[in-house]
């Protein structure tokens, strides 16, 4: 299980400009807490910032990590079956796969990842209650449009990068 990827983090394309700020806070977040959910706008980052705080924070996690893209996800009760795939969980007869899930996870010190979740709240927030209770070594960093409402979830919206000042030639850093 140790060293599982999200597939963004072999070689991003282009550098990551502007977020360091961001990236320190969510890291932190998850250091402190078992459940953080990146929000913001389409667009604004968010994977691109979870797949950073991954490659900062990997280490951290005896397990490692795993990070599954949900946008493709269109049914809620789709949402255990394509996270025990990306564990490579097997469904045992007369076990249902958010058991089986829990009971893996509950022996496990990973960081779960859970991607452009928007869609699915419900699913994604009993989903990531049932972990959180059955799992005390597991954290799980969500990203989507909007937060899921646990009350042990704690959120960090990301806000639109800055444009460039008209007035410095080399342009401003946004403080996220």
Known sequence: MAGVKHPALA????????????????AGLLAEYRLVTVTGPGGVGKTRLADEVLTRTADRFADGICAVELSSVQEPALVPP???????????????VTEALSARLS?????????????LLDAVAH??????????DIRILVTSREPLGLP?????????????????????????
Do not use: M
């Open 11 to 26: 070689h991003a394309l282009t550098s990551f400009v502007g977020r360091a700020a961001a990236i320190d806070k969510v």
């Open 82 to 96: 394509a996270i025990a795939t990306a564990l490579g969980i097997q469904q045992a007869a007369g076990v249902t």
């Open 152 to 176: 042990e979830e704690v959120r960090y919206r990301l806000p639109p990068l800055a444009l460039p000042s008209p007035h410095h030639p080399g342009g401003t850093e946004s403080q996220a």
């Open 107 to 119: 022996r496990q010190q990973l960081l779960l990842v859970l991607d452009n979740c928007e869609h």
């Open 127 to 136: 989903l990531c209650a049932d972990i959180l209770l059955a799992a005390d």
